[in-house]
């Protein structure tokens, strides 16, 4: 079994930052990438930024605002995000696509962390 566990939302005003971590524990190979998804009220969960060993990508939203990274020693990815806009507001899920043993994928997903831009 995989657990993921999510840390590092909050309350930020606009124009400002926080950072997200995120990691992984269990059995497993590697993880083969690391996402975050964010969920507004009303809204579909949606695609921020993914991260593998050879790539990263953003949604158009986020660029230039937003970096993922990721620490493989530690299983762990992480969100920095600035520059926060209040529609940035949304319960953001970090998701991680493991490979097990046996070859095949696994998706994971953290119990969610909220982030709320506000004056």
């Known amino acids: 079994q995989v657990q993921v566990v999510e840390s590092g939302g909050g309350l930020a005003q606009p124009g400002g930052s926080l950072r997200l971590s995120c990691a992984a524990s269990g059995t497993f190979v590697s993880i083969a990438a690391m996402n975050w998804y964010r969920q507004a009220p009303g809204k579909q969960r949606e695609l921020v930024a993914r991260?593998?060993?050879?790539?990263?990508n953003y949604q158009e939203s986020v660029k230039g605002r937003f970096t993922i990274s990721r620490d493989n020693a530690k299983n762990t990815s992480y969100l920095q995000m600035n520059s926060l806009k209040p529609e940035d507001t949304a319960v953001y899920y970090c998701?991680?696509?493991?490979?097990?043993?046996?070859?095949?994928?696994?998706?994971?997903w953290g119990q969610g962390t909220q982030v709320t831009v506000s004056s």
């Open positions: 991260i593998t060993s050879s790539s990263t």
């Open positions: 998701n991680k696509e493991v490979r097990t043993i046996t070859g095949r994928t696994y998706s994971y």
